[in-house]
């Protein structure tokens, strides 16, 4: 991988068309065909203080790294920046600070992911930064071996083209709405006929599906032709359901017993790989950069 990068960075290419140039160039940096998917996954959820932590202590809040919202009722449902989250200075290690800041918020129903408890958003919580710690050390190869100004960058930067931005949304989507884009009609249906901006379904209360299997994020590509997503939650709804199915449903069960959560485990454990984190790596160290 490292030698392949070398090889690519060292060669004097002249500035790319993203349109018709940037696939080849992102294949040929060793860039996966998972990573628009994988890398709106693994960003969604970052803060300042996450990013100084695991990649580079000089980030400010004017960084490029867009995510989404934490409050489910805002009409911004994706920022173009990662926040400064105020994590405590009372704690010393990220694990407390992670901790309090989750507990700081237990109580707004509107903060984080659609239904999942208090348990399932600290899960959340630590397993994000599981992926962040795996790709920092990928992260520190890229350093060395990528120049910022390279065609690679140039390309993995632009997430308006690259899916990146798009696939943010969809993600989005799916947090606030729970199945919506499963093609399950149960789910859908009631989200287009009532049209209500978050979830209003008591039953069972289902919750977004952390589906990481690779597997499903290369099998995962939508179609994001034609949607606008700069329209509000409610104009885009019935267009979600209808043009961006993709399988991906609610989770089957919440941690609630052992049995429940070594299901959680298994799935936040599949399909998780190298080449998930150098999609990661080089997305960070080009933007941060």
Same mark, same amino acid.
């Given at each position: ?9 060292? $060669? $004097? ?82 694990s407390m600070k992670t901790f309090d800041r989750v507990m700081r918020n237990m109580d707004r ?11 399932? /958003? ?5 397993? %994000? ?50 199945g919506i884009s499963s093609g399950n009609n149960t789910l859908t249906d009631q989200y287009v006929?009532?049209?209500? /901006?978050?979830? $209003? ?36 709804? /019935? ?29 936040? %454990?599949?399909? %998780? ?10 997305? %960070? ?5």
């Amino acid at each position: 991988m490292t030698s392949l990068i070398l090889l690519f960075i060292g $060669a $004097a290419l002249a500035k790319p068309t993203i349109d018709d140039q940037c696939s080849s160039v992102m294949a040929q940096g060793g860039i996966s065909d998972a990573f628009a998917p994988f890398v709106a996954h693994s960003i969604h959820s970052m803060t300042v203080e996450d990013m100084r932590y695991f990649f580079n202590e000089d980030v400010t809040e004017d960084n490029n790294i867009p995510t989404v919202n934490m409050n489910l009722t805002s009409e911004h449902r994706v920022l173009l920046y990662a926040p400064l989250a105020g994590y405590s200075d009372d704690f010393s290690t990220m694990s407390m600070k992670t901790f309090d800041r989750v507990m700081r918020n237990m109580d707004r129903s509107w903060w984080g992911i659609t239904n999942f408890s208090l348990l399932e /958003k600290l899960v959340h919580a630590y397993h %994000m930064a599981e992926i962040w710690d795996q790709t920092s050390r990928q992260y520190e190869t890229v350093a060395r071996v990528l120049d910022p100004e390279s065609q690679l960058c140039t390309c993995v930067r632009d997430v308006q083209n690259n899916d990146v931005w798009n696939y943010l949304n969809l993600l989005a989507f799916k947090i606030r709405y729970p199945g919506i884009s499963s093609g399950n009609n149960t789910l859908t249906d009631q989200y287009v006929s009532t049209k209500t /901006k978050r979830s $209003a379904i008591p039953l069972g209360r289902p919750s977004y599906d952390i589906h990481y299997s690779i597997g499903w994020f290369r099998s995962a590509v939508v179609n994001f032709y034609d949607i606008d997503f700069d329209l509000p939650d409610v104009e885009l709804l /019935k267009e979600v359901v209808e043009k961006l199915t993709d399988g991906d449903s609610i989770m089957p069960s919440h941690i609630d017993s052992e049995e429940h959560w070594a299901q959680w485990r298994e799935i936040m %454990m599949s399909g %998780m790989d190298d080449a998930n984190y150098w999609d990661l790596a080089v997305f %960070m160290f080009c933007n941060l950069n």
